[in-house]
């Protein structure tokens, strides 16, 4: 039986956990460095590992390609970090990396560099994700017709599943593995054009990809990431986002189910939910968009 504590860290109050020990503390939610301080009061001296989810979104410079957990990270310009709202976050999205690397700074702070474990990882993807960052497009491509992809397909992308991740950060804590790594995968550089490519072979619906080039796409006001999710441009000071170095992490145990995996298990999650979410996802092209924008390509081509 799993005893649940129930506490709140937006008025800090952690009296559940008060007077009590742990062998490990999973700190997934974190983004504001005050949250770390206040989980210190009640937890410090009385856990074995403090185990920080952050993001490689805490790096500087996104154009050197195989950065490393050493490569310099993102500096906070703001006033008072410690004053950090999720509010204030979620209004300033600029603010993520720089309140990431200082969270992670605060816990070693607090709790020691022996004790604390950073892992970083890429973007989060399968089952359960509410984001549709990724489960857009298995789900467009599965939809069929001529499907909008952006660039040539040669810009790189990286991922990992949330049972991978999960699974991995389970047994660093088994093995209170101490140390930075970053956490995303594959365990090869993908490009654009071999993931889609992957996820159209798991599909049935004989989707056509039509791929528009970036200044076309940026011509037309497609953003990266956000219009055409998981792509981001791999050329100048997006050269590096999606070519980070994962060898510690996989040097240290980290494991890679297969892509078709990831694929199915995400569409057999998202064809479970209502209709009123299957029909409104929250990344990606409205339909009505992807087609204006693939009628404008075909009249200038």
């Known amino acids: ?40 009061e009640v937890l410090k001296g009385r856990i074995g590992q403090y185990i920080f989810i952050s993001t490689i979104s805490v ?20 006033v008072d970090a410690m004053a950090e709202t999720m509010a204030g976050l979620r209004a300033n999205m600029a603010l993520y990396g720089p309140l990431k690397a200082l969270s992670e700074a605060e816990a070693r702070g607090q709790f020691g560099a022996d004790r604390v474990t950073v892992i970083r990882p890429g973007l989060i993807v399968g089952p359960g994700d509410e984001t549709d960052r990724f489960t857009y497009w298995p789900v467009r491509i599965a939809r069929g017709g001529e499907v909008a992809a952006p ?31 970053n956490a995303t995968g594959p365990n090869y550089e993908m490009s654009m054009a071999a993931m889609l490519h992957g996820i159209r072979a798991c599909t049935t619906a004989g989707a056509t990809l039509r791929w528009l080039p970036s200044d076309f796409l940026s011509a037309q006001r497609v953003q990266p990431w956000s219009d055409m999710p998981v792509w981001v441009p791999g050329t100048g000071e997006s050269a590096g986002f999606a070519r980070v170095s994962n060898a510690r992490a996989i040097a240290q145990g980290l ?10 298990d995400t569409l057999s999650w998202f064809a479970e939910q209502p209709p ?26």
């Open 151 to 181: 660039g040539d397909g040669s810009d790189p992308v990286q991922f990992i599943d949330a049972r991978d991740l999960a699974e991995w950060t389970i047994r660093m804590a088994e093995s209170r593995v101490i140390g930075t790594f």
């Open 1 to 40: 039986m799993v005893e649940e504590l129930l506490g709140d860290r937006d008025t800090g109050d952690y009296q559940a956990l008060d007077g009590r020990e742990w062998d490990v503390c999973i700190d997934n939610p974190t983004s504001v460095p005050v949250w770390v301080r206040d989980a210190a």
């Open 276 to 301: 009123e979410r299957q029909a409104s996802l929250r990344a990606g092209l409205p339909a009505a968009r992807e087609q204006a924008l693939l009628r404008d390509w075909a009249a200038t081509s």
């Open 59 to 78: 790096y500087a410079d996104n154009s050197q390609p195989g950065m490393q957990e050493d490569a310099a990270v993102a500096r906070y310009e703001g």
């Open 255 to 264: 494991r890679f189910r297969r892509f078709v995996e990831t694929v199915a």
